[in-house]
């Protein structure tokens, strides 16, 4: 991320090339930058990876498609309604059921994922013995380029003796169950704020390859009438280090969390292109392949079937299209010099002289001076007990 800003800075003060296919693309939705493979109107992104540029709000917001026609399916599915723990099964009165496009925070192609604002799941106490409850599910279509990422995110339960399930089932069956967890104090035990500890909050990390997964949060608690207050367990489906607990997370209402973060919280997907593995080398690529720079590779994806692109080292850009906006070389000694944690990155000692090079640099030793100025081990040629001989004479 730092790489990719620090280029598009240092060319002069220019802003960075577009990152479409086509300069008749739409390139940004209000502060969003829209890069290819991602894009709006016909020729203008792979299948899969069509967004909506939404003018009516200000600034404009972007969304990803979810259409049945063209393979893209991404939304989010709400379900409501209410339940009694007197019920011993607890059965669930199912109220309400809605869907919602997901709203795009950033794109990252170098990363190969997007991040996207997603809404929290909840379970409130109403008045013994009834509960009211919110299930959020993320869906995508299962032959679509996108999964939950599980690198990147994390199954985070927040409240009281809370109980959060992550389930396959859109209705939160535990038949479906993938993970959870329970956070272990009650009202009497204070939990520190910050990093989930398991008190007051708690996290569990899922496996891969998830196109469809929905976040209970606790549905049979019992214990939760000891105040006069509404009493609400909280669960998400978050970016991973995002969330830090506080306790006024635990003792709001239901729209405590909605009216703290109002768009949603983080939720990174990542994705992959077509439906076949990279081309073997010598292997002519197949019709459609989708890196497209020349100073590109291809890499299998792990956990689907399809490949990503990336630039190769020392290049920067967008490995989808052709020309100026593709991976381009970059000057590692400009970087270097005006970013300071990318100096250990690119290495340079003060005994050698950083020059830039296609596809690298090099950092030969000061003149008069001899070793690699990469490891640090310039040493002058000409030694100083044979300088201070030569002085003496």
Request: glycine share 10%.
């Amino acid at each position: 991320m730092l790489l990719a800003a620090a280029s598009s800075q240092l060319a002069g003060g220019e802003q960075a090339p577009p990152m479409t296919i086509s300069p008749r693309c739409l390139a940004e939705c209000g502060n969003l930058k829209i890069p290819y493979p991602f894009g709006t109107g016909p020729g203008c992104f792979l299948g899969g990876f069509e967004v909506i540029c939404n003018h009516t709000f200000f600034p404009p917001r972007l969304f990803l498609v979810h259409s049945l026609d063209d393979h893209t399916y991404a939304q989010e599915v709400f379900t409501s309604g209410t339940y009694s723990t007197d019920d011993i099964e607890h059965t669930s009165n199912m109220s309400e059921w809605d869907t919602m496009r997901m709203e795009i925070m950033d794109i990252s192609v170098s990363r190969a994922e997007l991040r996207l604002y997603a809404a929290v799941s909840s379970d409130c106490g109403i008045r013994p013995p009834y509960h009211s409850f919110t299930h959020v599910t993320t869906r995508l279509h299962p032959e679509g380029p996108f999964l939950i990422s599980a690198i990147r995110n994390v199954l985070i339960g927040v409240g009281l003796n809370v109980e959060v399930q992550l389930s396959t089932s859109m209705r939160g069956s535990y038949g479906g169950l993938i993970t959870g967890c329970i956070s272990q104090p009650n009202s009497t035990i204070a939990a520190k704020e910050g990093p989930c500890s398991g008190l007051g909050c708690c996290e569990a990390a899922f496996p891969e390859g998830l196109w469809q997964a929905t976040v209970v949060a606790d549905r049979k608690r019992t214990d939760w009438y000891t105040s006069e207050n509404v009493i609400c367990s909280f669960g998400m489906l978050v970016e991973k280090g995002w969330y830090n607990y506080s306790s006024e997370d635990v003792y709001g209402d239901e729209y405590c969390l909605s009216k703290k973060y109002p768009k949603g919280v983080p939720q990174v997907l990542s994705f992959a292109v077509g439906n076949l593995s990279c081309p073997r080398q010598g292997q002519r690529p197949p019709q459609g392949y989708a890196c497209l720079s020349g100073n590109s590779s291809c890499v299998d994806a792990s956990n689907r079937t399809g490949y990503v692109c990336k630039c190769l080292k020392h290049y920067d850009g967008n490995p989808y299209i052709r020309g100026a906006g593709g991976c381009q070389d970059i000057d590692e000694c400009q970087l270097r010099e005006h970013y300071s944690k990318l100096r250990k990155k690119y290495p340079c000692s003060i005994g050698g002289i950083c020059k830039n090079k296609i596809g690298g640099y090099d950092c030969p030793c000061k003149p008069g001076m001899k070793g690699d100025g990469r490891t640090g081990t310039c040493t002058e040629k000409f030694p100083v007990p044979a300088k201070m001989a030569v002085e003496a004479l």
